[in-house]
Nanobody
Framework: QVQLVESGGGLVQAGGSLRLSCVAS????????MGWYRQAPGNERELVAT???????EYADSVKGRFTISRDYAKNTVYLQMNSLKPEDTAVYYC??????????????WGQGTQVTVSS
């Protein structure tokens, strides 16, 4: 089993910044792509940003130029630096990771979520 633990959420004023972290731990052969998704009340969960094992990144159009995803391979950690935050960024942010298990199976894991609230 693999666990993802997020941290860094909170309340911030519009225009402010937050940095989310997500640490993956547990038994795994390899950590593949990692990413961040978010879900606002009444909305479906949506992709925010992902970073592949090779370092290729992908962003939702709504966050391009404001958010930056990065990862520390040695620490099995993915970060999301969020700048110029807007009230519409308010949501629960979830960490996601693709894992190659020792069994050879590819699995997908989610964190428990961290609340980000941006006040106007």
């Amino acid at each position: 089993q693999v666990q993802l633990v997020e941290s860094g959420g909170g309340l911030v004023q519009a225009g402010g910044s937050l940095r989310l972290s997500c640490v993956a731990s547990g038994r795994m052969l390899r950590l593949n792509a990692m990413g961040w998704y978010r879900q606002a009340p009444g909305n479906e969960r949506e992709l925010v940003a992902t970073v592949a094992r090779g370092g290729t990144t992908e962003y939702a159009d709504s966050v391009k130029g404001r958010f930056t995803i990065s990862r520390d391979y040695a620490k099995n950690t993915v970060y999301l630096q969020m700048n110029s935050l807007k009230p519409e960024d308010t949501a629960v942010y979830y960490c996601n990771a693709g894992v190659l298990e020792y069994s050879g199976r590819n699995s997908n894991y989610w964190g428990q979520g961290t609340q980000v609230t941006v006040s106007s």
